[in-house]
């Protein structure tokens, strides 16, 4: 696989990668061209924000109207254009795509979108993983207009924010190792979610339904097989004591079945606590609840790092090697 040196499309004082306005090298919300405009029965596409997929990045499932239906009170674009949400939370949730087979090779879509047209300088790829990325769109939050709820990006922070702008060569090289990132997380998605349809139902061919107990296992409960704790509480006073900064898994990297450790915040305890909330290979992880998605997800911890602490909200199982194994708690959770 290639180098992954510039996997991240960022610059910075020391590079000799120059940047530019981001306004300089594309057109943002560009006008359709009288020329341009198609017969009024004529079909294009027409994507509304719910047809961005912010996991993907693509859209899924546009509509198809007469050309008279949307000239009107929409955003319009073209093939290869990168549509990027404006609005809150869209563009927190990273609704970004290119527009692709489009009907007649135009479309039109919510308002609250900002259209990127790529200029000859970059790729429309280029812009599509920049903008896309989570310290852009933290940077563009920070920019909003508008009241609660109604807030947008305004078209001034696309024009004026830096873009760094290689050789279209080397932004070839830096986007196809992105897609291939992009296809390896995909693929591993689906085998989790496979994993997810196939495992409870070989534990119930294997052990029985747990709510009938069918098979008439001895039943115990947890903490009788398990050592279970909470972990350290977030915003704690700890008036000048000494301490010690560390990792912490938080409910947002416990996932149903899996760590997602992409994002790993730290904080602060003091050093004899570090043993009474740091997580072990083996322990159970299991979320302690708020929203009903947050209610007991569940996942084993193997070691990822070598001192990591829990918060309040996710609780740890210790499982007694002799009577219980992680596994098992895993597949019955799930």
Known sequence: MPSTKNYAITSSPRSNIPLRPLGEVCKINPRLA?????????????????????????IQNPHIRPYSEVSKGYTYFKTNDVLFAKITPCMENGKVAI???????????????????????????????????????????????????????????LETVQIPVPPLSEQRRIVDILKRADSIRRLRKQAIDTAHQLIPALFIDMFGDPATNPKGWVVKSLREVADIGSGVTKGRKLGGQHTVELPYLAVSNVQDGYLD???????RVKPDEIEKYRV????????????????GRGAIWNGELDVCLHQNHVFRVRCDPDRLLPEYLRSLNT
């Open 34 to 58: 009288k020329e341009e405009k198609p017969s009024a029965d004529a079909l294009v596409t027409f994507v509304p924000m719910s047809a961005v997929d912010e996991e993907s990045g693509t």
């Open 99 to 157: 527009a692709s087979e489009l009907v007649n090779g135009i479309g039109f879509g919510s308002t609250e979108f900002h259209v990127l047209r790529s200029g000859p300088e970059v790729l429309p790829e280029w812009i599509f993983y920049f903008v896309r990325r989570e310290e852009f769109r933290r940077r563009a939050k920070a920019n909003f207009t508008g009241s609660a709820g109604q807030q947008r990006v305004p078209k001034h922070f």
């Open 261 to 267: 450790l992409t994002k790993i915040k730290t904080i």
């Open 280 to 295: 072990l290979p083996g322990d159970f992880l299991m979320t302690e609840g708020g929203d009903p998605d947050k209610l």
